[in-house]
């Protein structure tokens, strides 16, 4: 598990983001959800190699909770929404080829989500982190 996949489970959690609906509702003062997703995507929309492997494992988490029939439905809600924000970010155009190919795989992707989010999905997950010291050491 990456530090990237960390940090999008903690921010991606089911509970975590049914919290902060209900905080927000309480006091409008708090961040939303949705405030939540609009920054995330703000961030991993960056272009770069870096960016675009975290923005894939974002879709990836978005379309896992999206999906998770135990969240609340107003979070899946959310998740299915950040999902058609993000292809809409990926639809404007680059002028990297890398950033391109990944544009168009990753919309694809999430188009064919949409289109039937119930049926079982085989999303790659990234590598696991192996044991030991890191090279170099």
Same mark, same amino acid.
């Given at each position: 598990?990456?530090? #990237?996949? #960390? ?26 959800? =949705? ?7 703000? !961030? ?22 999206? =999906? ?6 107003? #979070? ?15 639809? !404007? ?35 696991? #982190? ?8």
């Amino acid at each position: 598990m990456t530090s #990237v996949d #960390v940090t999008l489970g903690a921010l991606l959690d089911p509970s975590r983001a049914a919290r902060m609906e209900e905080f927000h509702a309480e006091n409008a003062a708090n961040p939303d959800f =949705n405030e939540l997703l609009g920054r995330l995507l703000d !961030v991993v929309t960056q272009p770069g190699a870096i960016s675009r492997a975290t923005c894939r494992l974002t879709a990836t988490r978005l379309m896992d909770l999206a =999906n998770n029939r135990d969240a609340d439905p107003q #979070v899946r809600a959310e998740a299915t929404e950040a999902l058609r924000g993000l292809a809409t970010r990926l639809a !404007v155009p680059a002028a990297d080829v890398a950033e391109i190919a990944h544009r168009h795989a990753l919309r694809d992707d999430i188009q064919r989500f949409l289109e039937r989010p119930d049926q079982p999905r085989t999303q790659p997950r990234p590598p696991a #982190v192996p044991p030991g010291p890191p090279i170099g050491d």
